[in-house]
Structures are given as structure tokens and as C-alpha cells.
């Protein structure tokens, strides 16, 4: 059933007629009469990073359990790859095809560095300028395009509805294909590995 639903919004959201650079995103909540209300309605522009990634933070949060939030603090909250001590991220990562030279030219342990000092200490030294490990238990659903997933010694190759739960491993995501993947995150942070 799970998988079902998962599939099912996966095809809503890759079926969208947005512009691809951009994704509503509609935030619920409690008006004064304690009566559900849209808060907040409008487009999350995709912004570039590096190597062509495109990517944008829907929520943000930095406590656990989650308190609701009823102002848009998203874009204010500073957050990096991994989520916020005791926080979550939801996001959505756009990977463009990758070819050989490029990927030759990628600087060693590119995205690893950008971790930082909060990643997990067990796990392998990183192989690829993309492979990374975060201190969090990550949701992933591929919405569209394909795209590699590599392990230490395993590459998963993932489609359109696969979904994925990645526990603070080493991984990159490698997109050999012709046309850019977008997948959709929930990264909540763990307690070290």
C-alpha cells in the first residue's frame, strides 16, 4: 500500500505541467478558529549548484519531535547537505546527464568535503567526487528520468516510482542517461551509525 501511494504521488508530480525549474509547493495549517487553512501557496524556484545540480529545500526543520511551523522559514534556515541536528529536509534534486570528461574533471571527494564534519565516522573513504554519507535516514522517490545509485562496491540502477531508504551510507547518485533525473528527499537526522 505504501508503495502504491509513493508510486501514485511520483506520477502526479513528474506529470506536473509546471515549468521544470520550479515546483509548488503548498504549506496547510490552523487559522485562529483553529480551522485548516492554506498558508502558503507558490513556486520554489530550482536554484543551480554545482556540476549542473539543481535543487531547493521545500521545508526545513530543526527540532524533533517536529513542532509546526506557521511562517515560511525555509529559505532562512541555513542548512547544507545533511539535514539540521535533530531536523529534518525535504527537497528536490534535479541530476542532468552526466558524461565521462566531466565527471573525470570533478574535484576528489567534492561532496563529501561539503559534509563536512557532521558525517557519520564508520563508512569507507568516499571513490567518487559525488559519493557522501550523512548522519540521516533519507526517503527517496525517483519522479522522473534515470539515474545510478553507487554503493561501495554496488551500482543500483533506479527508474521513475523506484523509491529508496539510504541509512547514513556512502553514495552517489550518477546520472549516465540522456535526460535529467529528478527525485524527490526526506532526510531526518540519526544518531551516528
Known amino acids: 500500500m505504501i508503495r502504491q501511494t509513493i508510486c501514485a504521488l511520483a506520477a502526479l508530480l513528474a506529470g506536473s505541467t509546471a515549468d521544470a525549474s520550479d515546483i509548488r509547493r503548498v504549506v496547510t495549517g490552523l487559522d485562529a478558529n483553529n480551522k485548516s487553512v492554506v498558508m502558503f501557496d507558490s513556486r520554489m524556484a530550482l536554484q543551480t549548484g554545482p556540476y549542473g545540480l539543481n535543487a531547493t529545500n521545500l521545508w526545513?526543520?530543526?527540532?524533533?519531535p517536529l513542532s509546526f511551523s506557521f511562517k515560511d522559514d525555509t529559505s532562512a534556515i541555513p542548512?547544507?547537505?545533511?539535514?539540521?541536528?535533530?531536523?529534518?529536509?525535504?527537497?528536490?534534486?534535479?541530476?542532468?546527464?552526466?558524461?565521462?570528461?566531466?565527471?573525470?574533471?570533478?574535484?576528489?571527494?567534492?561532496l563529501m568535503k561539503a559534509v563536512g564534519p557532521v558525517a557519520p565516522a564508520r563508512g569507507l573513504p568516499v571513490t567518487h567526487p559525488l559519493m557522501h554519507?550523512?548522519?540521516?535516514?533519507?526517503?527517496?522517490?525517483?519522479?522522473?528520468?534515470?539515474?545510478?545509485?553507487?554503493?561501495?562496491?554496488?551500482?543500483?540502477?533506479?527508474?521513475?516510482?523506484?523509491?529508496?531508504?539510504?541509512?547514513?551510507t556512502n553514495h552517489a547518485w550518477v546520472n549516465?542517461?540522456?535526460?535529467?533525473?529528478?527525485?524527490?528527499?526526506?532526510l531526518m537526522d540519526s544518531r551516528q551509525p
Open 176 to 186: 549516465h542517461g540522456t535526460e535529467t533525473c529528478r527525485i524527490l528527499f526526506v
Open 79 to 110: 542548512v547544507g547537505v545533511s539535514p539540521l541536528d535533530n531536523g529534518t529536509k525535504f527537497r528536490v534534486v534535479e541530476f542532468p546527464p552526466l558524461d565521462a570528461a566531466s565527471e573525470a574533471k570533478m574535484e576528489p571527494g567534492f
Open 133 to 168: 554519507r550523512t548522519r540521516s535516514v533519507d526517503y527517496a522517490v525517483v519522479l522522473s528520468g534515470e539515474i545510478d545509485m553507487m554503493l561501495d562496491d554496488t551500482l543500483v540502477h533506479l527508474k521513475p516510482g523506484d523509491t529508496i531508504i539510504q541509512q547514513a
Open 60 to 64: 526545513v526543520t530543526n527540532t524533533y
